[in-house]
């Protein structure tokens, strides 16, 4: 990302506002996507992923900041450039699908190609052949209502992508979905992209589903970015305390660096971090482990772990496994464990991690 | 240049809807002497009035009886429900006029054939009925449009209602009637209570039924009233125009507590989850409803039509044992007179143009409402609605005035373009309301998808919009077609001989006593509707088809 210059990228997004009355939606937000790369905004909802979305889809125009695609500017606030969204060459599946009902699987995905007056025959054999990528090869001559929300949903990844859009974009395709369905778009989507190299924007609220699916990922709050990065990256080295609460599952336990750095944490005697907190030195911190990272005191479990002490909550059997709520330091987290480790609800436990796996963040 | 097209729209709804109402109001105060008249004089201007009130009060017991009958009609399945609710239809379309004259017919005192019927019995002296007077005209409302408008206008709440409201209460153990008495009917009593209102309204404008039947009683009410002040010899403007505006006001603030209360109240029933209301089982007593429902719609709507045939075609009507019961002559008044046949082609021109006009007109101003962000959209808004709450008398008053006193419009007088314009105005609030919803039920989305598609503004306005709004844009078209086809009040002042349309000349002869050329015109401005009516169900338009 940082090495490329704009030319190599599809899209340039740089510095992009966008206000409604008082409330700023999308603060100052940069970010490029390369060809063939499929780049997901994550965020919760509110957070402005889907207005930036918008605004490079043309539907929205930024306040501030310009948007370059394919080396083209499309929106460029200063120099009062906002090409409309139908002049821009690039796909958009809505959350709500946006089929239109008065038309038929064929007419919707034919769509795209009438507005640009392809010939006939030419028409038909792309929107066929699209239609039989998506899996909706048997349904073009339904009418658009009747589909499912699964059909629906492959109708507009037709219709997004039957003219070669320059860039697909994606806002939360696949939410209205169950998680079976869900789990199926995904792989589709991404062998879709892989067989048309299709440069993707992905907007979702579900992390899952972003570390899954992107290449690279820009987490997002509050209408700014928080951290861009390989999926590895934000899972691994996630830039702050909010990028690693969002992304994936955590535990967050209280404690204080005293002298030497040592931390101690609030759950246990022996929760003792040493010396790894010098810059926080005298302060109140927050320090994560991934529940990954925990182990039982067992004897394979190393000899320089920090201990922590809870209480189960509560416990579920999950057949393989079973999970297990555990309130440690007045905070609770699922822990899912072997069949074989069996503790009563209201038994005490004894958890360790190693000191390493440990993140600190200032409290 | 948001601005620019929002104020061009804004002049543009304001020079039709506002000029002819502030014309009449600016008009009232020219004469001084206009409102002394009105306020500390005339009794007569007072007592129309009253009786304008009076008449408008049916409305709530029109609410509730055609609440009733719809809730009946929807809930039980009643043998021949969609021929009953298809009659009730025809009653609320057809003009009242020919509806009006059935009834003298049947009901006209001492002469009309059912008093002629009951004299002949032995113990009953002097005419049972008559139909000229407050009562009769009631009656002649209730059936002929308070209640049929009432089980239109209420169908669809009572069908959207979310059935499981009812079965929740059915649950707790309630029984058919109590979940009828204590769920359905105070939910639905905002949609009452709106119907109610809205009737009232409507009910204040009224005309026709009251001009043929109450003037020679002397029972004025308003319209009546104005028509006789600009009927007078000079036109007594002055007095017309001051006592529209005394009652303009007035709807004006029922006007606006209806909204207030449609606005609080109107959502809060409407939650249709799609799933259908469980019909009640009622064996045998489906049968005797049946009965009753046929015997109403017989009553109240083939009586009328039946005797308004016959009396086209008799001598002297109800006699029919003279030597020739049975003549042609009113049929040959009518069509050798001169006028008739350009009058077929007026009410054509009217309906047809006042339509297309209008349907062209309502949704570019509900898109520009709903969808744009052009300047000056809530005003816009407002001046559409404003001709709501102008009665049709009042609206052709102005704009009679203003073709009369502005220089550079007389030549439109006599015009049949002003008649086009008059309907146009009055039916605007439905128009532009009823494309509203249509836009708004189109998901932006839809529109997004094809701008992103790569098609711009306008063609995504005529593949898009344009399709998925077309149901509405024909019941829109079919509407404001037989408005234009059966209104009397609005287009009444705005007629001369050139620009006369079948209704004004039909209420031109029944004014001169000719009851029965009369009828024979009610019987083509009848069939006008009808066939209007059976080609906009054939389009698919929801007229007398439950579900």
Known sequence: MSGNRAGDSVLCVR??????????????????????????LLGHSGCGKSTTLRMVAGLEEPDAGSIELRGATVSDAARGIHVPAESRNVGLVFQSYAIWPHMTVFDNVAYPLTVRRRDRADIRRRVLEICEVVGMGAFVDRPSTALSGGQQQRVALARAMVYEPD?????????NLDAKLREEMRLQLQQVQARFNTTIVYVTHDQTEALALSHRIAVMRDGAVEQIGAPEDIYGNPANFFVQSFVGRVIVLRGEVGEAGNVH?????EAVLPGAGKEFSGRAVRVTVRPEDIFLPEPSAPG????????????????D???????VDGAEFGLRLDKNALFAPGSAIRLGFAAEAARLWPA | MRLALGGFLLLAVAAVSLSPVMVVIVGSFEDSGAWRSLLLESGQARSALGYSVLFAARAPFAALIGFLLAWLLIRVRIPGREFIEFMLWIAFFLPLIPVTLGWMLLLDSPT??????????????????????????????????SVPVMVILLGPAIRQMDASFEEAGRVCGSGTFEVFRRITLPLLLPAIVTGAILGFIRGLEAFEVEQLLGVKEKIYVYSTHVYALINWEPPRFSEAMAMSTLVLGGLLVIALFYQRYTFERGHATVTGSGMSLREIPLGRGRWVLAGLFFAMVFVTVIVPIAFLLLGTSMTLFGFFHIPEPFTTEHWSTVLDDPSFV???VNTLILGLGAAALGVFAYAVIAYAVVRTRIGFRPLTNFLAWLPWCVPGILLGVGMLSLVLFTPFLTPLYGSIFVLVIAIAVAQLPLGVNMMKTSVVQIAPELEHASRVCGAGWWRTFLRIDIPLMKPMLISIFVLVTIAGIRDVSTVLLLAQPSSLPLSVLMLEYANNGDVEPAAVVGVFTSILVIVVAIAARRFGLQIGNPR
Do not use: C
Request: proline content about 5%; overall charge negative.
């Open chain 1, 304 to 319: 320089d772990a920090v201990w922590i002490e809870g209480r189960i909550a509560a416990r579920s059997y999950g057949g």
């Open chain 1, 167 to 175: 860039i697909l974009l994606l806002d939360e395709p696949f939410s």
């Open chain 2, 112 to 145: 009309g054939l059912l008093n002629r019927w009951l004299a002949a019995l032995p113990f009953i002296d002097g005419p049972v009925f008559d139909v000229s007077s407050v009562a009769g005209i009631l009656w002649v409302h209730m059936t002929a449009s």
């Open chain 1, 321 to 327: 496994h079973m999970d297990y709520t555990v309130a």
């Open chain 1, 15 to 40: 510095d992009l506002v966008k206000r409604y009355g008082d409330a700023v939606a999308v603060d100052g937000i940069g970010f490029e996507v390369q060809e063939a790369e499929i780049f997901s």
């Open chain 1, 265 to 269: 944490l609030q759950a246990g005697p």
């Open chain 2, 342 to 344: 350009p009058s077929i």
